[in-house]
Structure formats: structure tokens, C-alpha cells
């Protein structure tokens, strides 16, 4: 098994590099930085030039490339505008783990704004990969053990409306509901946005009764996902020779589900968790964005939205460590789950 | 079964765990930080009235700021904000005119601010400002801004205007002395709009050769303003309070958070339900909403202009050429119905590019709607519907235009609105749609109406205001592959208007200026270089709590020391 992650790991050097490459190559041909940098008016044609130059925006994106991965450190470059490289580069680059300055937060280094926000992000998505999971366990095992019942119809039509609703609309009409109308009819209501009330503090209580919202409707989704795969699952499992054996045998319900049945039935839903990994700490997009919750999801977007290269590339490449970590484990798991895998 | 008993509690402990996470990091506010370097001497005890309470208002940012520096930022969002916590030699009031902050008087000919020659513009400071540090604001301080702005190793957002003064000096320290190169008419708008406190930044500068990266950037905690920054917790909210030491009138409202809800709907829920007082660029879609929950929603004239922009490239449509058609097109353009019913009435089709400043010539009326004499044009131009397809057509060519704006929502509804009306004139418009960071790319990043992708540009813009300067239609600045960075994105070159442009940009007479702009403003309109679409307010929602309420278009804070809240 160590032999088998070394491999991995090393395998997925190479490809972390083609990727970071790709992307870098797409985010310079989606924007342009400069072109958001006069606010509400066009950026002047002297500042553009003089801004490329400063900020190494003028040079081919090979070579910007170059620099964001091994530094520039070792050259000159021209900060002047005189035509003359004469300053020493002062960037480390990525494989010395320096990651640059954000361009729109300038100055600001960019390990240090996404490190800002992974807790927020963890924080909301933790406990609703957690919600997902034990609802989506509950429900899917749950329906499928009463396969056809009234209460499985009800749960698959459910589920069929979560699985087809956008999460916008169901961020905006659990505000309109919660927030706004709740407030209206005198009614104990949640609130609409941000982490905590800045007026109160980042309490343990603020942070919960915030949550509430955007956990719901990243859950909303997720369940009727999650249940759905566990009820296929559980019946394939259910209708297997070992399950007959144990039912013959005179084993408990309860044992037979749990021990048996459910086990099994977990695999395929391992793939499912290991894929959604990644998402714990890219976060949700949408929701963050409708709930003002400060995290990497919102993150990425208000600087993709400018162009910002280097927090964008930042994200990017630590989400691609993170996606190659995730299915590592995943393999783990199998082989913890299932002793007839081996690597 | 030892397993699955222990799942709920490992749930459980991951729970407890993250909310503690949370509340660990950060405990309510503090309140603000008291400037005192006196020692503090127990007293006996008194009996003391309850403490009023605390006046806080809370305003809602659909971006959050990108850095505070006013050097590094022209963010909208923040460049208005900086009337709260710094300072201005002078501010823009609720008629735009400008009203000394920092100075004794406004530069002006009279009082000798203004040299003759337009060329040197002297500023006299008062002699009681000070930071909320309590260190003087001097003369210095403006020196240390100009030489912060120029210098290459600071990789300011503009370096305008401050790269055109040849020589600054300082006579004594509360006089500070600008010349420019040509005369410099634009000066009111443009120059001594910031400052950077020289006694914080400077031994930055001397440490790191630079002061990209200097703390004062991101937490302007020394500042001149009414509030002083407190903090500035990262997508969530930043916090002013009241300046102590302010040397006017002490603010009124004791604490300012500016909480970042980028989601429009979600800001307007935010003000429906009481957690913001203030918010802004509110859709006319959601004002009944609002004014139907309280809210007080103010328009306000900020020299912005919806408008078409028609591209004369090579690759224009060759009906563009012809005035004939742009005035059938302005004339077959219902842009009386888009401000009526889009724009809720709030609005009246923008005659000039300077409606609602002085600078917009009374003489002119907006294009009337008048669908038969825009048709009667185009016959007369020999544009007519040939081959019975609905379109008129000549020479074989049809008379199909490409219009592209972004995609904010009151913009694609005015699209559909457009498409029609001139298909009954028989012009066919087809209809594209960009995100903004596309959309306002220049010729060199591939930008659409630059490079000629489309023939009608739909957005709203002004340059300067409220000085009227621009140089969006100087011919020196069509772009080209030499030239990528020109910002005459319609490529329009008409040397009578580049030679009144050029004009106005020298004359320091207020009335002669007036003048130049007015005859320019008849150029566009009669040859529809720009067409007017709507007068592109600056909405405001405003909850009842806030009181004494005074927005303006050009410095919306500039009496932020005077709101209040009512309890």
C-alpha cells in the first residue's frame, strides 16, 4: 500500500504541471486585469502600458508561466518603464511556495487571501457534507428497504424535485420564506446573509443560526443525490446470495442492514464522497455568493470576475492537489472496506 | 456495533468543534479605540447617568473593497467610500459644486489659486486639520501623495494627473504649489483628491523601496476623515468609527460597517428586513419592493449616461456612414417608452453626454418617437425593403445591425425593446451579450466594439465628472495595432469635434468652456455619434433609521459627519 501512494504521488506530479499549465494558458485568454482598472471608466491608455509592465502582464505567457512557477528571482526585470531590465525579480514562484500577489488586492499575498477564507468555507461545508451524508444514508436505506411503499414514492418524487431545482432558487425562496416573510408575519426569523452579525461577533451561536440557510440548500440537493445512489445500492445489495444466507441463517434485521447490507452498499457511495472531497474546500459557489458566506467559492469568483490571475491560479492548483489527495483516499477506503482489494 | 455507535458521537464532536472553531477566532467588536495618552488617575466613584446608545449604521456593498489605498483602487465602491475615512482638499456637494475640505477656498483666478496661464494651481491649507493620530496635516503630506503616485516603483492604479505636473513645491507648510506643463482644466475633478499621511508611509517607503504592500493599504488605521478605519474582516464586513480628533464637527452616527452581500437579491432582502440601512445600484425592478418596506430609494445625478455607441471602423456597416440612418435609427428608437416603463419614469432619455451638468446644451430636446419620419429617412438615404423580406436592403446589402452590450439585466431588456421597434422601421438588430470584464476589454485585449465585432455599443459611462473633460473621441486615440490602448472605441474621427475637444481641455474661462461643450454637444447629436438612451442615475435605498440623508453624485459621502440615526 505505501509503495502504491509513493507511485501515486509521483505520478501526479506531472500531471499537476500539464494542468497548472492549461490553466494558466486558459485564465490569460479569458480576461484582462487592466481592463477593470478604471473603475467605472476604461483604464488610460498610458496606465494600461505602464501597469502590464509593472505587474509582468506584458510578457509572453510563456514567460509569465515561467515566473509564476520557479520566480523571477534569478533576472531582471524593467519596473521603470525605460526599456531596461535593471531591477532583480523578487518572486520565488510556486514550487518554492510563493504564489504571488493578487493583482486586484495588490500587494496582498495570495497564499494569505486563500488562507483567509478555508476555514469559512470548511466550516459551512463540513457539517453539510455530514447532513448529506446521514440524511442521504437514512433516506436511501430507509426507501429502499421499503421498496414501493407509499413512504418510497414519496421520498422518489421528493427527491426528483431536489435533484431537478437549481440552488439558486432554493437559496433565494429559503431567504424570501425565512428571513423576509418570517419577519413579516412576526415569526422568529433567520438570517438573510453573511457569517455572523458584525455587530455581535463571530459567536459559536451567530456562526450556527447563519448556517442554517446555506446548509439547507446545499443539503436540499445533495440528499435527494446521496439517497438515491444508497436505495440503487442497498437493493442490488439487498437481493445478493449472502444476504439470503444470512436471513437463513436467522440473523437480526438490524444486523443484516447495518453489517451486512450496508457495508457493501457503501462502496459505490465512497466514489461518490471521494469526488465530492474537493468540494469541501472549493466550496459552494452559488450559495456562498447568495449568502454573502465568506468563503473560497466567492473567493474565486470575485477574482475570476477581475481577472485576477494569480489568486485564480492559486485556487486552482491547490483544488488540484486537493482533488489528487481525495482520490488517493478514496482507494484507501476501498481497500479498507473491501480486504479483496489490493494494490 | 461498537463502530456505528460511535458515528453520532464522532458527528457530534466535529459539529461542537467547527462552531468553536468559529467562535474562537474573533469575540464581539471592540468599541472605538480612545486616543488618549494621558494617565489615567482613579477617581472617586460616581454615580453615572447610563451610558446612550451606540448609533450604528450598517450599509450593504455588493463588492467588497479591493484594497483602501486610494492609490491601488479605483473600485467604484471604494474610491466613494473614501470620503468617509479620509480626506479630500475638497468634496463635491448635493449640487456637485466643490466645497473646501482641507483648503481655505477653492482655487479659483480671483483668489489667485489659478494662474492666468491655467498652469499653476497653488492650494491653501487650513491650519487646524490634523490626522486622528493628532499629527498636522502639512503640505508635505501632498508632496509625499505626488511623489507616491510618480514613483515607478509603486504600481499605482492611475498615475493621472499627477504625471502631468512638471514641478510641485511647498513655499511654507500650508501652501503647496502645482505646475503643469499646459494649462490643466480639469484640476477640480481630478487633482488633490487624496492623501496619504506622510509620518505613517514614508518609513515604509524608506524600508521596502515601495509601499505596494504597506499595512495602511488594507487598514488605514491614521486617517482624515470624519470615521477612522477599525477593522476589516476578510468577504464579510468592514468597520469605521468615529474620528475623535476629526477637526470639524464630530460625526453624528458612531460606528459604520460596510457588510459585502454580493448577490443583488440578496441585498435587497438584507434591506427589507432591517440588517442594512443603505445599499446601492438598486434595480428599478426592486424599488416598489422596497419603497413598499420603508425604504427611502434617492436617484442621484452622477454625470453617468446610458448611451448607443455606433462604430465608424473600417468594418462598420456601410448604412452606419450616412447620418440619414443614424438619425432614422434614433428616430425609430422608443427610448421614451424604455425610461417610462424599464425605468419606472425615474428617467428621461439623455439628450447630451453631459445631461444634468451645466455643460448639456439647453437648446437640445431628445429624438422624439417617430417611427415615420425615421422610415421617410431611410427611404430618402435609398434604404428600402427590395426584396420583401421585411428588411431594407440596398446595393444588396442588408440593413442588419449587430448590438452587444453586457449582460445586466435592465441592458438585455432594452435589447429586446430596441429589436423591435426598428424591425417596424424595417432595421434588423441582432442582439449579443458579454460579461462586463469582456465587454469593456480595449482593442488590444480583442474588446468587441473596439475591434469592430459589433456595430452599436450599448453602456453607460462619463469620464470625469463633474468636469466634462474626455478624450473618448479624440482621434489621436482610435486604436490600432500600434496604438491598442486608444480609448476611441468608435473610431470616430471628425476634426472639427477633436479640434473643439482640444479646445476645451485649455479653457480656464468657465462661460468659454460652456460654450465649447455646447457646440460639441449639437456636433453628436445632430450627426449621432452617441445616442442618448437614458440619464443613468445612481439609485439609493435608504432605510427610515437614517435621517439628515444628503447624496451626491460626485462625493455621495461628502456629509457623512451630519447623518444620523433615528433610534
Keep these: 500500500m505505501t509503495r502504491y501512494i509513493i507511485r501515486r504521488i509521483l505520478q501526479s506530479i506531472p500531471l499537476l504541471l500539464i494542468i497548472s499549465l492549461i490553466l494558466f494558458v486558459l485564465l490569460n485568454s479569458i480576461g484582462d486585469p487592466l481592463a477593470m482598472m478604471g473603475g467605472r471608466n476604461p483604464t488610460r491608455p498610458e496606465d494600461r502600458a505602464r501597469l502590464a509592465r509593472q505587474l509582468g502582464l506584458d510578457k509572453p505567457v510563456t514567460t509569465q508561466y515561467i515566473y509564476w512557477l520557479i520566480g523571477n528571482d534569478w533576472t531582471l526585470i524593467d519596473v521603470d518603464g525605460d526599456g531596461i531590465p535593471d531591477t532583480p525579480g523578487i518572486r520565488k514562484g510556486v514550487l518554492r511556495g510563493d504564489f504571488g500577489t493578487s493583482i486586484v488586492t495588490r500587494g496582498k499575498p495570495v497564499i494569505e487571501i486563500i488562507w483567509e477564507r478555508v476555514p469559512n468555507t470548511l466550516l459551512l461545508m463540513i457539517p453539510a457534507q455530514i447532513v448529506i451524508l446521514v440524511l442521504g444514508l437514512i433516506v436511501g436505506t430507509y426507501s429502499a428497504l421499503r421498496q414501493y411503499s407509499w413512504i418510497d414514492n414519496a421520498i422518489t418524487t421528493l427527491s426528483f424535485v431536489g435533484f431537478s431545482m437549481p440552488i439558486f432558487l432554493i437559496a433565494l425562496l429559503s431567504i424570501y420564506l425565512f428571513a423576509v416573510l418570517f419577519q413579516r408575519w412576526g415569526l422568529p426569523n433567520l438570517p438573510a446573509n453573511g457569517m455572523f452579525d458584525p455587530q455581535v461577533g463571530k459567536t459559536a451561536g451567530q456562526v450556527a443560526k447563519h448556517m442554517i440557510l446555506p446548509l439547507f440548500s446545499i443539503a436540499f440537493i445533495d440528499v435527494a443525490r446521496y439517497s438515491r445512489y444508497i436505495r440503487s445500492a442497498m437493493l442490488e445489495v439487498m437481493s445478493q446470495d449472502y444476504i439470503r444466507t444470512a436471513k437463513a441463517k436467522g440473523l437480526k434485521r438490524y444486523y443484516i442492514i447495518f453489517i451486512h447490507a450496508l457495508r457493501n452498499a457503501f462502496l459505490p457511495i465512497v466514489t461518490l464522497v471521494g469526488l465530492d472531497l474537493p468540494f469541501l474546500l472549493a466550496g459552494a459557489v452559488v450559495t456562498e455568493r447568495i449568502f454573502a458566506w465568506p468563503g473560497m467559492g466567492r473567493l474565486f469568483l470575485d477574482h475570476l470576475q477581475r481577472a485576477d490571475g494569480p489568486v485564480v491560479m492559486g485556487i486552482v492548483i491547490i483544488l488540484a492537489v486537493f482533488v489528487v489527495l481525495s482520490q488517493i483516499l478514496t482507494d484507501i477506503t476501498y481497500a479498507a472496506l473491501d480486504p479483496r482489494i489490493r494494490y | 456495533m461498537q463502530k456505528s455507535k460511535s458515528i453520532p458521537l464522532l458527528i457530534a464532536i466535529i459539529l461542537i468543534l467547527s462552531l468553536a472553531l468559529a467562535a474562537c477566532q474573533q469575540a464581539a467588536p471592540e468599541p472605538a479605540p480612545e486616543e488618549s495618552g494621558e494617565v489615567v488617575v482613579p477617581e472617586e466613584p460616581v454615580v453615572e447617568e447610563p451610558a446612550a446608545e451606540r448609533k450604528v449604521a450598517t450599509f450593504i456593498w455588493t463588492q467588497e473593497f479591493d484594497n483602501l489605498n486610494p492609490l491601488y483602487t479605483n473600485m467604484w465602491f471604494s474610491s466613494i467610500t473614501q470620503q468617509i475615512w479620509n480626506a479630500s482638499a475638497w468634496n463635491f456637494d448635493i449640487e456637485n459644486n466643490p466645497n473646501p475640505v482641507l483648503v481655505t477656498e477653492i482655487p479659483s483666478l480671483e483668489n489667485g489659486g489659478i494662474s492666468a496661464d491655467g498652469r499653476t494651481i497653488t492650494i491653501k491649507l487650513r491650519d487646524d486639520i490634523v490626522w486622528s493620530d493628532n499629527t498636522p496635516i502639512t503640505a508635505e503630506d501632498f508632496v509625499f501623495t505626488y511623489e507616491m503616485v510618480t514613483n515607478p516603483s509603486n504600481i499605482v492604479t492611475t498615475s493621472y494627473p499627477y504625471n502631468l505636473i512638471t514641478a510641485i513645491s511647498t513655499p511654507d507648510e500650508l501652501t503647496v504649489v502645482a505646475e503643469f506643463e499646459e494649462a490643466f482644466v480639469p484640476w477640480v475633478a481630478n487633482l488633490w483628491r487624496f492623501v496619504l499621511p506622510k509620518h505613517v508611509l514614508q518609513p515604509v517607503f524608506d524600508a521596502e523601496g515601495t509601499i505596494d504592500a504597506a499595512p495602511w493599504n488594507l487598514a488605514p488605521t491614521v486617517s482624515a476623515g470624519p470615521y477612522v478605519f477599525a477593522e476589516w474582516e476578510s468577504g464579510s464586513y468592514t468597520r469605521f468609527v468615529r474620528n475623535e480628533n476629526y477637526y470639524n464637527e464630530p460625526a453624528k452616527i458612531d460606528e459604520i460597517f460596510f457588510r459585502f452581500v454580493p448577490d443583488d437579491a440578496s441585498q435587497v432582502a438584507a434591506l427589507r428586513t432591517g440588517d442594512g ?11 416598489p419592493t422596497l419603497e413598499a418596506a420603508g425604504v427611502e430609494v434617492f436617484a442621484v445625478v452622477s454625470g453617468y449616461d446610458e448611451g448607443w455607441f455606433i462604430y465608424f471602423g473600417e468594418e462598420a456597416h456601410p448604412a452606419l456612414s450616412d447620418v440619414r440612418v443614424r438619425q432614422a435609427i434614433a428616430l425609430c428608437f422608443d427610448r421614451p ?6 425605468l419606472l419614469g425615474l428617467t428621461e432619455p439623455a439628450v447630451t453626454y453631459w445631461d444634468n451638468t451645466p455643460y448639456a446644451n439647453p437648446n437640445l430636446d431628445a429624438y422624439p418617437y417617430d417611427p415615420a419620419a425615421g422610415m421617410a429617412l431611410l427611404d430618402e438615404a435609398g434604404w428600402v425593403d427590395s426584396n420583401g423580406d421585411g428588411i431594407r436592403d440596398k446595393d444588396g446589402v442588408e440593413l442588419t445591425l449587430i448590438h452587444g452590450t453586457t449582460s445586466r439585466e435592465i441592458r438585455q431588456d432594452t435589447q429586446a425593446v430596441a429589436q423591435q421597434n426598428l ?33 452599436i455599443g450599448q453602456f453607460s459611462s462619463t469620464e ?13 486615440e482610435i486604436p490600432t495595432d500600434e496604438y491598442p490602448d486608444g480609448i476611441n472605441d468608435q473610431k470616430i474621427c471628425d476634426p472639427e469635434l477633436d479640434e473643439l475637444f482640444r479646445l476645451q481641455s485649455t479653457q480656464i474661462d468657465f462661460e468659454e468652456r460652456q460654450q465649447t461643450i455646447w457646440h460639441i454637444g449639437e456636433i453628436m447629436y445632430e450627426n449621432v455619434y452617441w445616442l442618448g438612451v437614458w440619464q443613468d442615475l445612481d439609485t439609493w435605498a435608504v432605510s427610515a433609521r437614517l435621517t439628515n440623508v444628503n447624496i451626491s453624485g460626485a462625493d455621495p459621502f461628502y456629509s457623512i459627519a451630519e447623518w444620523d440615526i433615528v433610534q
Design chain 2, 337 to 342: 417608452s424604455i425610461n417610462r416603463d424599464l
Design chain 2, 464 to 476: 470625469a465628472f463633474p468636469d466634462p473633460d474626455t478624450s473618448r473621441w479624440l482621434c489621436n
Design chain 2, 277 to 287: 440601512d443603505l445599499g446601492t445600484f438598486i434595480s428599478q425592478a426592486d424599488i
Design chain 2, 423 to 455: 424591425a417596424e422601421c424595417g432595421i434588423q438588430l441582432d442582439l449579443l451579450s458579454y460579461s462586463a470584464d469582456v465587454y469593456f476589454q480595449s482593442y488590444g485585449g480583442g474588446g468587441p466594439l473596439p475591434t469592430g465585432e459589433l456595430d
